[in-house]
């Protein structure tokens, strides 16, 4: 049995198969819309069997490794040849009850082009995702609320709009 490449069945299709279908002397009289079907395929085919554009970073040897995974815990943990490290535990609260949830802690480390070290550190349970590192954004410190607004509001409290059965009228 012959083992083609997709290249070579590609190359087929453009010397016999296309050439037929393409000339005067066929038959099923093969449109532009079919034309246009055979050559986009064509195309897909010698795309698809292009190589594969790889980061250096994606054979970064794995430098150390460890899990251990239980039903009501687990933690991970790794470190590759590129400086990019992770960990993480987890534990299962309130197991079995409505409550239950999972209560994770972790970190990651990695280095950027530019030979900045990131680090995330990390808590997920039930008040939600809480990141924290130096590279993140902060929220801005709350500011003062002015004068004329605090005026302005205290005489909307005082004049409020009459109502009746508490509509506005």
Same mark, same amino acid.
């Given at each position: 049995?012959?083992?083609?490449?997709?290249?070579?069945?590609?190359?087929?299709?453009?010397?016999?198969?296309?050439?037929?279908?393409?000339?005067?002397?066929?038959?099923?009289?093969?449109?532009?819309?079919?034309?246009?079907?055979?050559?986009?395929?064509?195309?897909?085919?010698?795309?698809?069997?292009?190589?594969?554009?790889?980061?250096?970073?994606?054979?970064?040897?794995?430098?150390?490794?460890?899990?251990?995974?239980?039903?009501?815990?687990?933690?991970?943990?790794?470190?590759?040849?590129?400086?990019?490290?992770?960990?993480?535990?987890?534990?299962?609260?309130?197991?079995?009850?409505? /409550?239950?949830? %999972?209560?994770?802690?972790?970190? $990651? &480390?990695?280095? =950027? *082009?530019?030979?900045?070290?990131?680090?995330?550190?990390?808590?997920?349970?039930?008040?939600?995702?809480?990141?924290?590192?130096?590279?993140?954004?902060?929220?801005?410190?709350?500011?003062?609320?002015? /004068?004329?607004? %605090?005026?302005?509001?205290?005489? $909307? &409290?005082?004049? =409020? *709009?009459?109502?009746?059965?508490?509509?506005?009228?």
């Amino acid at each position: 049995m012959q083992s083609y490449s997709i290249l070579a069945v590609a190359h087929d299709f453009v010397n016999v198969g296309l050439k037929k279908l393409l000339s005067l002397q066929n038959p099923l009289k093969i449109g532009p819309t079919r034309t246009f079907i055979a050559l986009f395929a064509l195309v897909a085919v010698v795309v698809a069997d292009g190589p594969v554009l790889r980061s250096p970073e994606a054979d970064a040897p794995i430098i150390s490794q460890d899990a251990d995974v239980f039903p009501d815990k687990y933690q991970y943990r790794y470190e590759t040849g590129n400086g990019i490290s992770a960990s993480e535990s987890g534990v299962l609260k309130n197991a079995g009850r409505e /409550d239950e949830a %999972l209560e994770v802690e972790g970190q $990651n &480390r990695y280095q =950027a *082009p530019d030979g900045t070290v990131y680090t995330l550190t990390y808590i997920a349970n039930e008040n939600g995702y809480q990141p924290q590192g130096a590279h993140l954004p902060v929220a801005p410190e709350p500011q003062p609320i002015p /004068d004329y607004i %605090l005026r302005s509001i205290e005489y $909307n &409290r005082v004049h =409020a *709009p009459k109502t009746i059965d508490g509509q506005r009228r």
